[in-house]
């Protein structure tokens, strides 16, 4: 038997974070890594709920990051202090208690830093939490990854639920609206999946784009709005764009998601990123100077993730160093990588890049045809997204009409494979990267291994 230091756990994490976005939920810093005996990574959770969500959905990824790091054949087990996780029961309605969830964890407006870039979304979520189905219903907060949607969505669930603890408030990602649809159909029990999204008093979803080319899931998603809508209950979803924005996104639905409050969060200014260091810090009781907190905040200037991040690294860092936190040492642990130097690349700039290149239409990247002049730049599309964008398989497919993941994958290792001895397309892939402004980004980035 052996425990599993802090910097093997965090290594794991960090492998999970980069390479399965679309899983990460914001209760993974509360699992604690308890041993590895026999091969086996026990890994504790603090809910049945939560041990349940890493069964079905995680465990693969846990595993191959375990692998991956420890460089040993390694599987997980997921332990809990409350027992089993609650599944359904099979032919029969779903208890109460099983219908509404929402996650506990420390995302509450205390913990929120406000700033310019997100002063209205945040003010918005206040007012709803106070007046569910009266403020602004819906309420739609749209913005890049890392910026905070999701804090503020938990935390109107959070003070509803204090406000008023029967409240039937139902958090969840739009995957899993989508996988629960189908799951509904394929069973027979639409029944149950209606009931319970239906009789709730705030229903939250975040992701909410990847309705878009799901026509059957927007036509069941469209019908539960309505209703919930015309019962004056709450309703709350998040993008990384605005309605109007959503590619294959149906007109009513847009039409629908305006109705009530569209709120967009920005990148946070300096003054912001300062007041977050110091949060997050505060919040994990560490002593910061303030030399490096502004060290911090001057270097990361994407999002809230990324701060953070830096954060635990320069305090890895301290623990293995002797403990202490000053302007050298975090200097030493942000410059270990590139940290806060990558350009953030958007898809649609790919796209234009590449119809642009190979004179064709978005409309023929994001269908169905395979000719080779399509599926060829298609793929060059996708790989790039991959290389040059935070954006998980699952997120990329999302664009491209809704392709499964493991199409995304496929592309990137067929390109990643055809570069390797195909001198004309690495020339291709470094002059679109260098026209997307991403020069010297896209060697750094190839020279990484594809992920499985």
């Not at 460089?71 to 099979?90: D, I």
């Not at 935070?390 to 009409?401: A, D, P, Q, V, W």
């Not at 390797?420 to 020069?439: K, R, T």
Request: aromatic share 8%; glycine share 6%; hydrophobic share 40%.
């Amino acid at each position: 038997m052996a425990s599993v230091t802090l910097r093997l756990w965090q290594q794991i994490l960090a492998h999970i974070r980069e390479h399965n976005e679309s899983i990460v939920q914001p209760w993974f810093n509360s699992l604690e890594a308890v041993q590895l005996d026999n091969g086996v990574l026990e890994i504790r959770v603090a809910s049945a709920l939560q041990k349940g969500y890493l069964q079905k959905q995680a465990r693969e990824a846990f595993a191959r990051a375990a692998q991956t790091v420890t460089g040993r054949l390694v599987g997980v087990r997921f332990v809990s202090s409350e027992g089993e996780a609650v599944e359904p029961r099979p032919g029969g309605r779903l208890a109460e208690s099983e219908l509404y969830t929402v996650p506990k964890n420390d995302y509450t407006f205390d913990t929120f830093v406000v700033g310019r870039s997100n002063r209205l979304a945040h003010a918005a979520c206040v007012a709803v939490s106070e007046s569910p189905g009266q403020a602004y219903n819906p309420l739609f907060i749209h913005g890049s990854v890392g910026l905070g949607k999701t804090h503020l969505m938990q935390a109107v669930c959070q003070e509803v639920l204090r406000r008023e603890p029967t409240a039937r408030v139902l958090f969840l990602t739009c995957e899993t609206f989508i996988h629960h649809f189908i799951e509904g159909v394929e069973k027979g029990d639409l029944h149950n999946f209606r009931y319970r999204y239906r009789h709730v008093d705030v229903l939250v979803i975040d992701d909410i784009h990847f309705l878009a080319d799901r026509e059957s899931s927007q036509e069941e998603f469209f019908h539960t709005f309505n209703t919930l809508y015309q019962s004056h209950k709450q309703i709350i979803l998040s993008s990384d764009s605005a309605p109007s924005q959503i590619p294959s996104l149906e007109e009513r639905l847009i039409s629908r998601f305006n109705w009530g409050l569209v709120a967009r969060i920005d990148r946070p200014s300096y003054e912001t990123r300062v007041a977050i260091v110091h949060k997050k810090a505060h919040l994990r009781g560490l002593t910061v100077p303030d030399d490096v907190v502004c060290f911090i905040a001057t270097k990361i200037d994407s999002n809230t993730r990324e701060l953070e991040g830096a954060l635990t690294k320069v305090a890895g860092w301290a623990t293995i160093n002797g403990g202490i936190i000053n302007l050298e040492l975090a200097k030493q642990a942000l410059a270990e990588s590139d940290v806060g130097q990558t350009q953030e690349i958007s898809i649609q700039q790919i796209f234009d890049a590449v119809t642009s290149r190979f004179s064709v239409r978005l409309a023929d990247l994001q269908g169905k045809k395979r000719t080779k002049s399509i599926a060829y730049p298609r793929q060059i599309c996708m790989h790039l997204a991959r290389r040059l964008t935070r954006h998980s398989l699952e997120e990329i497919g999302g664009y491209f009409g809704g392709r499964d993941h493991t199409t995304v994958l496929h592309a990137v290792r067929t390109i990643n494979q055809q570069r390797s001895y195909d001198a004309h397309l690495q020339a291709l892939l470094e002059e679109i990267c260098h026209n997307l402004g991403a020069a010297g980004l896209e060697q750094g980035r190839y020279n990484t291994e594809v992920p499985g």
